[in-house]
Each structure stands twice: as C-alpha cells, then as structure tokens.
C-alpha cells in the first residue's frame, strides 16, 4: 500500500464527502497535517483504498470461504446456519460453544455414578407409556450383562413407535440413582447393532447455541471437519512480549482450544485468550474515535458571564441542586471549549435532567445560536415543547415543535422559519432529521433518552451543524463497568440527587390472584383527587391469552373494577393529534387514569398522578419497569408503584423483588446488567461498537482494565499500527468496526 496509513478511510471518507455534499457551508477541507491524516483522509478527503479491501485478496483468505461451501455443510444446513449469522469460514469458527460436557467412555452399568454426562448400552426388555397429567412419559429399561438401567422420557409418547424390546440401545444422559437402580431422564439414544463398536475415551465436548433444525453435536461436527482449514487463516495480533505479560496462550492455539479442549483449564485459557481480544479491539475503536472527535473539528466558543447567568435562573422557579449545579458547571465549561462537547449526563428518574439541558440551552441562544432538543416519541417531545414554553413565557425565545403532524400542519412555513433562523430551540422527534430540515447556526444538540434512537439518526441530526456542541441525556443509570467500556469516548455527568420535597415511590408486588387490591387503591387515591397510570404489555390481544391488553383491559375495568372512573386509553396506534389530547385531558385533570403501553416510559410528567400499575410485570425488563415507576413522583405526594405479575422464571422474580428493595435507579442498573448482560442492557447494537461474543463486562473487570491499559500503549507507541507485527490486528480493527468508527463518536 502506497502512501499514509489508511484505517478506516473507505467508510470515513465517504461519510464526510456525504456530509460535505449535504451541508458545503458548515464543512472545512482537512489539512494534510491534522490529526485526521493517518486514518487515510488526505487532502480534502482524498483516500488510499485498503489493501484489505481487495475482494481477489479477500477471497485468497479461507476465511472468506462461503459456509455452503464447508466440508459437511448440505444446502439445508448452510440456510439454517446463514439464519444464525454464520456466512462463512470466518464466522464458523467465531461461533463459540456455550459450555462443555464431559462425556465419558461407554462403560457397564454396574459402573454408573451420579455425574456427568455417561453412555451405556443395553438390550430393551421393557417398556411403558404412562398418560397421566400434566407430564406424560415413556418409560424402558436395559439390561446388560451387569445390571438394568431405567430410561424416561417425558412428553415421550412418539417413542412408542421407535423403542421396542429386543433392540439396542446406546443412550448417552446424566445418571442419577431412584431405589438404587440407576435412572436416565430425557437421555440421547440410537439403535445400534449388537456388534457396533463402544465410545472408548473419555472427552470434552464443545456444546454450542442450537435450533431444532441444527442441533449442536451437527454443528460440532461440522466444526471438527473445517477447523483445520480455519486455522490457517488465523493471525496473531500481539507480539509475544505482551502474550507472556499477560498470561495469554497464542491466538490460534486458542481457536483450536475453545473447540477441542484437552481439559476443561485449557478451554478456559482460550476463552480468556480471545475475551481480550475483543475489549482490546472495542478500547483501540474508542481511543481513536476520541482521536477522530477531538483533532479536527472546531465547535462555536459561548461566552457566559455573570449577567447572562442570573438571567437564565430567574426562570427557574426553583433553586437548583447541588448535583444541578456541578452538572451546569461542568456543561458551561464544555461551551466555553473550541473542542465540539461530547458529554452524558445521566441521572435517576426525576432528578433534574432537563434543567441542565435547558441552561445549556438558553446559553447557546444567548449566544445566537441555535439548539435542538431530540426525543424518541412524540410524546416525550411534545412534554419537552409544553415545558420550555412554560419556562419561557414572555421571553423572546422562540421555540417550535417539530413532529409529523407539527409538519403537516406547518406546510414548510416551520423549515423556513427554523433555516433563517428565526426558530431559536427546535424541539422535535424524527422530523428533525429530515432532509429538508436546515438549521441557519445549529450549536447545540440535546438528545434525550438516546438509546431509543439509532446512531445513525443522531449522526444525521449532528451533522447539520459545523460541529455542535453535543449533549445526551438518560435516565437509564449506566454502570461503572458499563460505562468504562461503551462510554470511554464520551465525558460522563451525574446528577446523584433528588430535588427537595420528592418522596421515595413505595413498590409493591401483587400476585394476579391479589389485583383487586391494586383496583381499590387506585379508587381511594382517585377520591382524593389524584390519577394513575395503568400500564399493559401490548395492545390487543395476541391470542395466546397469556398477556393483558390495553383494549381489553380498558373494556373490563371501565365496565368492572374502575367503573365510574373517567378512564382513557393512549397506545402507539392512535392517530398523533389523539395521542397529544388524551395526555392534555389527563394533565388537565379532566382524566382519572390512562390505561396506557410504555409509550409514557420516559419524560411524561404529570405531578398529579401518583399511582403506578404495571399488569403482566414479568413480561417487562429491570430498566424499564424502574423507568416505568419514574412517571410517578414527580410532585411533592407520596406516590405508589403496584407490580402485578407471577414469577414465571427466575430471572422475572430477581426483577419484581429488585424493585420492591429499592429506588436507586444506579442499583436497579447494576442489577439489570447482571442479568441481561452488556449486549441488551443499552442497545449496544445501536452504539456504533460491536457486540461481543465471549466478553461479558460485568465479570471481566480486571481484564478490562488490563486491555484499556494495553491498548492505550499500544496505540502510543504505534499511533496507526503501522508496524509489520500489527499488519493483522490492523486489519482486524479496520474489518471490525468499518463505518461504526464514525458512529461511534455520536453515541
């Protein structure tokens, strides 16, 4: 490859000629000299093709090797696993098994002990069908020359046309031991002829994630016969000094030992092996994506002096919290830097998000600049709209709502307004990302709740500006250990209080059998003049009859439990204008309860509402029934939180209980990510990372910090791995995070 290095350019220099071409004004060429050079965007944004890039190189690889076209792959196995995202040779080999299994060298059943996983075989001499509910099974036993074992198999009906007395029987399963007769339940099992040869070795077995169409000794199978072929495509990324430092067996022998382990010590060395792998590739994407923030682009520098500062708090109507404060602190500092802001500020439901926004906001205007407030729904738009224009009575502020019916009603007057700027804050969902949607002197973007809109949504948002300020808020606490990994890129505010006068949401759990105490509850809190939220799963019915529904529910409760009560439904489906005056009736106090989906889960704020029913709990996450419960105590009464729901699994009883202990929106977050893991906990798919596969940050810290370390000296010593020995993991990096570099920087 002649000239400079080129990581990443395919992608990054063709976003920006896109954003360039949308928006000539509010882009400047790069020098050959800034900090964007060794990524491959050279003058102007001309850029070397990678020689990774090369489709004739790419297929010389047998990684490349198209899955249909694998030893043991028939056309119907290579669908099932493309559906399971395995596509190529590559892709097979990084399809790692779940857990291992001990099978045991085919042994006498006399010699049968209660562990592991064991094969014997004998001959059929009995066997029985027992219909009883709700459990049927099909019983057989075996013999051979030193014992009987017994088989079951429940749900096993179909059995009966396949086991028969007299034939042989190899079965594989767990033993355990019922009156002193050593028992199989559920065992794998085939016919065998008397004289077929036994298992004669014990062995670690890879088990692997399956389908009812693909099971995972298939796949194990079709592993064995290719992973020779995988292994010669396999590089080593680090040199050996950092291999021996950190303890770590080299990159193909852990491919091979994560497949075919010896024992079960080496299959752990080979996972921790390639779990560092993965955090070493997310930490190098994230330092450089700070490298590609902070090199280049030049943010609008805000002057705040003490006059302009006194001016914005008068609109408050109330003292800011310490934790306000500090985060205000911190926001103003960031306008006041040439470096575009890219800052999060999270903070537990009701604690005052907004507010900083809204400072941020007004100091950007007084700056004659432009902002934009983004939200993921309607809703949460239109409550930001309602209060700002509350907050900003009688200023000169102008501020317009952007939604699809704001757009249709405003027939392209709202565009022109907002391009010439005469629209100071706009305040909108998707219809801000329009096309024809231009800002005259955009400075500053809010997003709110910025994991229920995609990266690329907010790439656009952002790019339609010079280089705004940046600013994301969530209530969804994020973890320490979260937050070390995906949000390494990005400055981190917290706001660790409540404002004065708010009360902790007391939270009960109700079985289904017990809800007519939840029904009375919310008739003694109406009578004294408050309203509730009523929160189902889904819509209608989906005809399984497992769930509640917003339609059903309404019908059944207006006509039983609430009736007399003025209640209302609100659900995705209804028409925009519906939805905005259900929820100004039920400001308005002219609605007792909403009977509603999760389209209130974030920003709705009614103080008046101080009951919270949540039916089918268990159908819903840890972080969203928290988010849920935050509609209410938003005014100075006690409130309440009734989870109606069964513990159908374990998991559902750790949320419903979890709930009940506590309202620390940073302890529920630390649990959910327990028990979702990283991957689910904040739409990482969305994040512009990739995912992992092995690594699971909650129980990895130390080799977390390892690889941040390791990394950060990496890229130190070689800024854009240009070193022979880095040819590998360069291109590693390059085929990783492709595009997603770039978004990575949005958040």
């Known amino acids: 490859m002649r000239g400079p290095a080129a990581l990443f350019d395919p992608f990054v220099a063709s976003s920006l000629r896109r954003l360039v071409a949308s928006s000539p004004r509010r882009f400047v060429a790069l020098s050959v000299g800034d900090p964007y050079a060794p990524f491959g965007i050279h003058n102007g944004l001309q850029s070397t093709p990678m020689a990774s890039d090369d489709p004739a190189m790419a297929e010389a690889s047998p990684l490349a090797r198209p899955v249909g076209r694998l030893r043991g792959v028939s056309a119907a196995r290579a669908r099932e696993l493309e559906s399971r995202g395995v596509r190529t040779l590559g892709d097979l080999i990084e399809y790692f098994p779940r857990t291992y299994q001990n099978e045991r060298a085919e042994c006498p059943i006399d010699r049968l002990v209660p562990r592991d996983l064991q094969i014997a075989r004998g001959e059929v001499t009995a066997v029985d069908y027992i219909a009883s509910y709700p459990r049927p099974r099909f019983e057989a036993t075996i013999e051979d020359p030193t014992g009987r074992l017994g088989l079951v198999w429940f749900n096993g009906g179909y059995l009966r046309r396949l086991i028969h007395p007299g034939q042989i029987l190899r079965v594989q399963g767990k033993v355990r031991f019922y009156r002193n007769i050593p028992q199989m339940t559920q065992p794998k099992w085939q016919v065998v002829e008397p004289d ?33 072929a995988a292994l010669e495509g396999i590089e080593e990324w680090f040199d050996a000094k950092l291999l021996a430092k950190r303890n770590l067996m080299g990159r193909r022998q852990a491919f091979r030992a994560i497949h075919q382990p010896a024992h079960w010590r080496e299959a752990t060395d080979a996972r921790r092996r390639l779990i560092y792998d993965e955090l070493m590739l997310m930490q190098i994407g994230l330092i450089l994506s700070r490298r590609l923030r902070g090199g280049r682009l030049s943010a609008p520098r805000m002057r705040i002096d003490r006059l302009l500062d006194e001016r914005i708090r008068r609109r408050f109507p109330f003292a800011l919290t310490a934790a306000q404060e500090r985060a205000v602190r911190q926001v103003v500092a960031d306008l006041q830097n040439p470096q575009p802001m890219s800052r999060l500020l999270q903070g537990d439901v009701g604690s005052g998000k907004t507010v900083v926004a809204v400072y941020a906001m007004l100091v950007t205007v007084a700056n004659r600049l432009q902002a934009a407030l983004l939200a993921p729904t309607e809703v949460l738009a239109e409550q930001h709209y309602l209060t700002l224009t509350d907050l900003l009575r009688e200023s000169r502020v102008t501020i317009e709502l952007f939604t699809s019916l704001t757009q249709r009603r405003g027939r392209g007057s709202l565009r022109r307004h907002l ?60 973890p320490r250990t979260l937050a070390l990994s995906y949000f390494a890129d990005f400055d981190v505010t917290t706001i660790d209080e409540l404002p004065p006068g708010r009360q902790p949401i007391l939270t009960r759990w109700l079985k289904p059998q017990e809800e007519a105490q939840a029904w009375h509850f919310v008739r003694e809190q109406v009578a004294a003049g408050r309203q509730a939220y009523i929160v189902l799963p889904q819509i209608e019915e989906d005809g399984a009859g497992e769930a509640r529904s917003v339609k059903a529910e309404f019908e059944r409760l207006g006509c039983g439990p609430l009736a007399g009560l003025r209640l209302a439904m609100l659900h995705g489906q209804m028409k925009t204008d519906q939805k905005q005056q259900t929820m100004n009736d039920f400001r308005a106090g002219r609605i007792d309860a909403v009977i509603t989906t999760t389209v209130i889960e974030v920003g709705i704020d009614v103080a008046n509402a101080t009951v919270m029913v949540i039916q089918n709990a268990e159908r819903f996450g840890l972080s969203q029934l928290h988010q849920l419960r935050g509609r209410v105590g938003r005014g100075t009464c006690q409130s309440h939180c009734l989870l109606i729901g069964e513990a159908v699994n374990e998991d559902a009883e750790l949320r419903l209980r979890a709930m009940t202990r506590t309202n620390d929106g940073f302890e529920i977050a630390e649990s959910d990510l327990k028990l979702r893991g990283p991957g689910e906990f904040f739409g990482t798919r969305q994040h512009g990372l990739p995912q992992f596969k092995l690594a699971d940050i909650t129980q990895e810290i130390e080799l977390l910090h390892q690889a941040k370390d390791d990394a950060l000296a990496l890229i130190e010593s070689d800024p854009n791995l240009r070193r022979p020995e880095h040819r590998a993991l360069r291109a590693a990096v390059a085929r990783q995070f492709g595009e997603n570099l770039f978004l990575a920087q949005v958040g």
């Open 419 to 478: 391009a010439d700027g005469d629209i100071h804050i706009a305040v909108g969902t998707q219809a801000l990302l329009q096309e024809d949607v231009e800002f005259a002197n955009l400075g500053l973007v809010v997003v709110d709740e910025q994991h229920k809109l995609g990266v690329r949504q907010r790439a656009q948002l952002k790019s339609k500006g010079h280089a705004p300020h940046y600013l994301v808020m969530t209530a969804t606490p994020i």
């Open 196 to 228: 077929a040869a036994p298992v004669g070795e014990d062995l670690l077995r890879a088990v692997y994630p399956a389908s009812a169409k693909l099971s995972s000794r298939a796949i194990w199978h079709i592993i064995d016969a290719n992973i020779e």
